[in-house]
C-alpha cells in the first residue's frame, strides 16, 4: 500500500490540513491502494490552539504525536527533524505533504529530503523577501527541498520562477513541479462558513473590529508591541476591538506591563468561531498570513500590521493597506477603510477546488513517481 505522510504541527497546518485530509479520503482508492498517516509535531499543544481544530474541522486523529512544542527554533527544528527522520525510516511513505513556513514544515521537508522521498509543499512560493522572518527561511528552504510546490497565487508561481523554479520545470526533464493550484484556505473558508453562528463578543452597538497578533517581529519587540496597543487603545474609543490573544502575545504583554484590557481580549478561538466573528465584523487588523486572506474570502477589508506581505495581490486590490506599526498609519488607514468598505477583485486564489487539485497530483505520484531531484 502506498503511503503519503502528512505532516503538521501549528494552527494554520490543521486549518489546510482539514481540506486535504477530508478530500483524499474520498478519493477512489483510499484504504486500498493508498492510505495517508499524519504526523502531529506537537509545536501547538494548548487546548485552544491544536485539539480544538481536530475536533469542529473532524480532522482525521494524527497517528503519530511527536509533543515537541517550545524551545528555541533550533531546538524545536532539530528535535522534529531527529524524530520524523525516524519515523520516515520505519514506514517507508511515498511522499511527505508539509504545509505553510512554520518549523514543523521545514523539519518534515528536510527530514524526507534527506532519506529520499519526495517533498510536496502546499503554500510554496510566498516570499516576504524579509529573512529576519523565521517563516521565510522556512519557506525557502522549503521551497529548495520540494519536488511538487502547491503555489496558491500567480505571485507566488512568478516568485519562484524568478529564483529559477520555472512553472515548466517537469516537462523540460527537472524533477520538480509549480502548480497553481490556488489556495487551500479559500477550499476551507467554503466549507466551514456553512457552520458558523453569531457570536455574543460582537457588540451591536458599535463597529466591531478584529484584531490579531503573533508575529514575532511584532510581538517580542516592546516598542512595537507597546505602539501597537496605543494604537488599539484609540481605535477602542470607536470601535469594539475583539482581541483572540495567542500565547507568545499574552507572554510578551505581560513581562512588558502592557494591559489589552480596554478590548474584548478572548482565548484563542477555534476555525468556526473565528470565521463567525469575521462574518460580523467592519474590520480586520492582523500580523497573520493567513487571517489576511480570510479576510479577503469574506469581503472584510484589513490593515495589514506588518512592513510587508506575502498577499501582494491583496494591496494592490485596495482592500488590504499595510501599516506596519505606526500609531498614526493604523488609525488613519482604519478610517480610510471603513469608509471605502470592500472593493470587488478578482479570484487571485482559484476557485476553490484546491484540495481537489492538490489530491489528484498526490495520487498521480503514488501511481507514477517521477524522477528524483539530482
Ligand atoms: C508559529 C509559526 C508561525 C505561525 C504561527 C501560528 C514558526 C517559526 N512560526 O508561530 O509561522 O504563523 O505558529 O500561530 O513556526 N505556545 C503556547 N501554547 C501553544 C503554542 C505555543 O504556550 O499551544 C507558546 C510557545 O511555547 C512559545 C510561543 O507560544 O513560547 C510561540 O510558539 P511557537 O510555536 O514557537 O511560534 P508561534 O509564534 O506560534
Redesign the pocket.
Known amino acids: 500500500m502506498k503511503k503519503i505522510f502528512t505532516v503538521i504541527?501549528?494552527?494554520?497546518q490543521f486549518v489546510k490540513a482539514a481540506v486535504v485530509s477530508r478530500r483524499l479520503r474520498e478519493m477512489p482508492g483510499y484504504g486500498g491502494q493508498f492510505v495517508e498517516l499524519l504526523v502531529h509535531t506537537g509545536?501547538?499543544?494548548?487546548h485552544?490552539?491544536?485539539e480544538v481544530f481536530f475536533e469542529e474541522m473532524e480532522i482525521p486523529r494524527p497517528d503519530f504525536h511527536l509533543n515537541l512544542?517550545?524551545?528555541t527554533?533550533g531546538q524545536?527544528t532539530g528535535l522534529m527533524l531527529e524524530r520524523i527522520e525516524k519515523l520516515l525510516m520505519e514506514h517507508k511513505p511515498d511522499v511527505v505533504l508539509v504545509y505553510?513556513?512554520?518549523?514543523?514544515?521545514l523539519a518534515g521537508a528536510l527530514a524526507a529530503a534527506k532519506v529520499g522521498i519526495p517533498v510536496a509543499h502546499v503554500e510554496a512560493g510566498l516570499r516576504s523577501h524579509n529573512l529576519a522572518m523565521?517563516?521565510e527561511i522556512?519557506r525557502k528552504l522549503t521551497d529548495s527541498l520540494s519536488q511538487y510546490l502547491f503555489c496558491p497565487s500567480q505571485a507566488s508561481v512568478d516568485n519562484l520562477s524568478r529564483e529559477g523554479i520555472p512553472h515548466v520545470a517537469l516537462e523540460h526533464g527537472t524533477p520538480c513541479r509549480v502548480i497553481n493550484s490556488g489556495d487551500v484556505m479559500q477550499d476551507a473558508v467554503l466549507h466551514y462558513v456553512k457552520k458558523c453562528s453569531s457570536p455574543k463578543i460582537v457588540s451591536t452597538t458599535k463597529p466591531n473590529i478584529l484584531l490579531t497578533l503573533?508575529?514575532?517581529e511584532n510581538?517580542d519587540h516592546k516598542e512595537k508591541l507597546s505602539s501597537l496597543q496605543r494604537s488599539a487603545q484609540e481605535l477602542s474609543k470607536t470601535f469594539n476591538i475583539i482581541f483572540p490573544i495567542?500565547?507568545?502575545t499574552r507572554?510578551r504583554a505581560e513581562e512588558f506591563g502592557l494591559d489589552f484590557s480596554f478590548c474584548a481580549v478572548t482565548q484563542?478561538v477555534g476555525y468556526i468561531e473565528l470565521l463567525s466573528i469575521l462574518k460580523c465584523v467592519d474590520l480586520v487588523a492582523t500580523d497573520?498570513?493567513?487571517l489576511q486572506k480570510e479576510a479577503f474570502f469574506l469581503q472584510k477589508p484589513c490593515l495589514v500590521l506588518r512592513e510587508e506581505t506575502e498577499w501582494t495581490e491583496l494591496l494592490e486590490s485596495g482592500n488590504n493597506i499595510l501599516c506596519g506599526t505606526d500609531e498614526e498609519q493604523i488609525k488613519s488607514n482604519a478610517s480610510k477603510l471603513i469608509s471605502q468598505g470592500f472593493i470587488e477583485s478578482p479570484d487571485y486564489y482559484g476557485s476553490g477546488n484546491t484540495g481537489e487539485i492538490i489530491c489528484q497530483e498526490l495520487i498521480r505520484e503514488l501511481q507514477e513517481p517521477h524522477e528524483r531531484r539530482k
Open positions: 504541527g501549528a494552527r494554520p509545536q501547538h499543544y494548548d485552544a490552539m491544536s512544542g517550545g524551545g527554533h524545536m505553510g513556513d512554520t518549523n514543523s514544515t523565521p517563516e522556512n503573533h508575529r514575532q510581538v495567542h500565547p507568545r507572554k484563542p497573520s498570513g493567513g
